[in-house]
């Protein structure tokens, strides 16, 4: 991910299940417990069906269209790393994060429930924290195909809507989206070949694209809301 992908969209779709969990090696997969279900339900949840993902009469919750020039693509993708460790630091990070603001959101995740100590050191979890960077990965792929990406991005927020029922509130997308910006942030000091000028840019851009990702995937969410009927 390293560089942008020359492929075209059916290239890219077509491979879209083996995606970045599909490259970890065996004794890695150790740290992904059920790593396999969960590919295949991933590989699901992004095979989006075309349909109307934004919320009527909302315009606070419209979500708006993404506008990268070429040099801030180039900064996106020299400063992503997809492998491993850089993934699964990135994903228990920006979930360290959010349950520091939000203790409660822990409740989402069954898993968690008789969990005391770190995330990061309770293997159950590992695959939700990579499901995380995944959408990531996903909205880096197709950049070129803003359609796709908005499909895909409001389908999943629709699979959130599920949470509803455990307590997921409308303003846990704003932490989810403060968690991302602050822990990429974080990582843009890691980049050796970027100055002080390319490292705060970045920052920058990735924000831009963490607003972009949040904002569709929470229309997804509100629309299956709405279309249940649930309480939030």
């Given at each position: ?150 499909d895909i ?47 705060e840019e ?31």
């Open positions: 991910m390293g560089q942008r992908s020359s492929r075209s969209e059916n290239g890219c779709e077509s491979n879209m299940s083996m995606s970045i969990g599909c490259r970890f090696s065996p004794m890695r997969r150790r740290l992904e417990n059920g790593s396999k279900r969960f590919r295949r339900r991933f590989a699901s949840m992004v095979t989006p069906r075309v349909r109307d993902a934004f919320v009527a009469n909302d315009e606070d919750m419209t979500p708006q269209e993404l506008q990268l020039t070429s040099h801030q693509r180039s900064l996106l993708f020299k400063s992503w790393r997809d492998d491993f460790t850089s993934l699964y630091e990135l994903g228990t990070d920006i979930y360290s994060e959010i349950f520091r603001n939000e203790p409660d959101a822990r409740k989402l995740f069954p898993v968690l429930a008789n969990w005391s100590g770190d995330i990061r050191d309770c293997p159950q979890f590992s695959s939700q924290a990579l499901k995380f960077v995944q959408v990531i990965s996903l909205a880096l792929r197709y950049l070129d195909w803003p359609a796709k990406l908005n991005l409001q389908r999943i927020g629709r699979q959130h809507a599920k949470y509803a029922k455990r307590g997921f509130r409308i303003d846990h997308w704003n932490t989810f989206q403060d968690a991302i910006v602050l822990c990429m942030r974080h990582q843009m000091t890691k980049v050796d070949d970027f100055d002080s000028a390319d490292k970045a920052a920058t851009v990735w924000r831009m694209l963490a607003v972009y990702i949040i904002q569709h995937m929470r229309a997804g969410f509100l629309k299956q809301v709405k279309d249940e009927k649930l309480k939030l």
